[in-house]
């Protein structure tokens, strides 16, 4: 398996404009994370799925945050409109959640370097 | 309500020493504990986790991690420093009893192996 994939590795944009980041998790995993690390605030959970509905969605942000799972292989995180402080890598991961819960080990993407001007 | 704290931003240690880097959690019912590393510029990797059985977990690359309930402890241990073992290191922890499957992850370690 390819691992958790995601694009673009990085972009730079200016304020205002709309970013989309996209996660294609593991095959077969049914949950996945949304996370977002800076140096000041380290690593945030913002949302998790769990067999493609949003479970907690406490660490968004604020409304110009939005995030979607429309099918087991796919989600976005988009950010509208963008700001400098929206600046950092956000990660996505996968991983398979049961109910006996012993292997919820998380597998993270490369992350994604958003850069806003 | 879960947590865990990693009391060092940094450890230092000379290539060849032993390293330890510390990790004490708190939870409600019995804790999954987990260790991550993180190389420069990639996303986390797993090293190694705590859900039952023998307290001396033993993970990737040589790290084990020991699980001492009564001092509510996870920390990561290697016998042998490596210069590739600087990373940034997690910890995380999930209530196992709990209904949520979101772990909460410290805020990471800065292991620094000198040559």
């Known amino acids: 398996d390819a691992g958790v994939i995601q694009s673009p590795r990085h972009e730079v944009t200016e304020m205002g404009q709309e970013v989309t980041l996209r996660c294609k998790p593991i095959s077969g995993h049914n949950s996945l994370f949304w996370y977002r690390q800076t140096m000041m605030r380290g690593l945030e959970l913002l949302i998790y799925f769990n067999n493609n509905v949003p479970i907690d969605d406490s660490g968004m942000p604020e409304d110009r945050f939005s995030a979607k799972m429309p099918n087991a292989s796919f989600s976005t995180l988009k950010i509208q409109p963008s700001e400098p402080r929206d600046s950092a890598v956000y990660f996505c991961?996968?991983?398979?959640?049961?109910?006996?819960?012993?292997?919820?080990?998380?597998?993270f993407g490369p992350g994604t370097r958003l850069t806003v001007l | 309500a879960q947590s865990v704290a990693q009391p060092e931003d940094q450890v230092n240690v000379a290539e060849g020493n032993p390293l330890t880097v510390k990790c004490t959690y708190s939870?409600?019912?019995?804790?999954?504990l987990f260790w991550y590393v993180q190389y420069p510029n990639r996303g986390l990797q797993f090293l190694l986790k705590y859900i039952t059985g023998d307290n001396l977990v033993k993970g990737s690359y040589g790290f084990e991690a020991e699980f001492n309930k009564s001092q509510t402890s996870f920390h990561l241990k290697k016998p042998s420093a490596l210069v590739s073992d600087s990373a940034l290191y997690f910890c995380a922890v999930r209530d196992g009893m709990g209904r949520s499957y979101i772990p909460t992850f410290g805020r990471g370690t800065s292991l620094i192996v000198h040559p």
């Open positions: 991961a996968s991983s398979q959640m049961t109910s006996g819960a012993r292997t919820d080990t998380q597998y």
């Open positions: 939870v409600s019912g019995n804790p999954y």
